[in-house]
């Protein structure tokens, strides 16, 4: 692991989205897994532009949603399916066959998991998987104490992850559940970057890299993952202890 440090969100922006523009120009057909929510918003906006400014063939690359909220319509602006159709799949003009999403309202959240599970299998696993983190430490909906062995699951939500979720909605939703890739999905991608900006971000970032290999504390998943990057800006950065200290 690795830690990647920016003096602001866009210049950390500018870094994740490049790493995109160049996972494509080395193989057009990578499999893709990107986090929705705020994290991830300008990184989204800036590879969007930079493709289309250079022409970058996006047409064959496929797209993996990292999670969803259980309950939720796709298009209800604040899910996950509507951030990645609304930054993604809209801006690149997408075909619906280059990319699957957990379906949150499907009656067998179960089967939804063995499909997700089965594409990633098919299409010879995940290339660059780009997440956040939340402020207990979870990936995706890998809450605290979510085993590392997992593939996709269904997990009942902590109340930070849910009392939190409520800033993406315009109204109070019921967050109960959520459907999302494993931490076996992230440890067998090649390559992942955590990234995160912000002072309110500054602890579980400390955490998540001075903190022990825990379940408890799923970031510090990052540790174990050979080709695994955190990438930050300063504010995110501020309460690492120095490294000559």
Not at 99 to 121: A, T
Not at 140 to 155: D, L, Q, Y
Request: charged share 20%; net charge negative; aromatic share 8%.
């Amino acid at each position: 692991m690795k830690l990647n440090t920016f003096p602001n969100p866009e210049a950390l922006a500018e870094f994740v989205a490049g790493t995109m523009i160049e996972q494509l120009r080395q193989k057009p057909d990578s499999v893709i897994c990107l986090a929705s929510g705020n994290s991830p918003k300008l990184t989204c906006a800036e590879f969007t532009e930079k493709a289309k400014a250079e022409g970058l063939d996006t047409s064959r690359f496929f797209f993996v949603g990292l999670d969803e909220w259980v309950g939720l319509e796709p298009g209800t602006p604040g899910s996950c399916a509507n951030d990645f159709q609304t930054r993604l799949f809209g801006p690149l003009n997408m075909a619906t066959s280059q990319y699957h999403l957990f379906n949150g309202l499907s009656d067998d959240l179960r089967q939804e998991c063995f499909k997700m599970d089965e594409v990633i299998r098919v299409k010879g696993g995940i290339d660059l998987m780009i997440v956040g983190i939340g402020m207990n430490g979870h990936i995706g909906f890998n809450e605290p104490g979510t085993s590392w062995n997992n593939r996709s699951h269904v997990i009942k939500l902590h109340e930070t992850t849910t009392s939190v979720g409520q800033k993406y909605f315009q109204e109070r939703k019921t967050l109960d559940q959520g459907i999302t890739l494993g931490f076996a999905h992230l440890l067998a991608a090649k390559q992942v970057i955590l990234l995160a900006d912000g002072s309110a971000k500054a602890e579980v970032i400390k955490a998540a890299i001075e903190g022990a290999p825990d379940e408890d504390f799923p970031a510090t998943v990052m540790q174990l993952h050979p080709n695994g990057i955190i990438a930050v800006d300063a504010a995110a950065e501020s309460l690492l202890t120095p490294k000559n200290s």
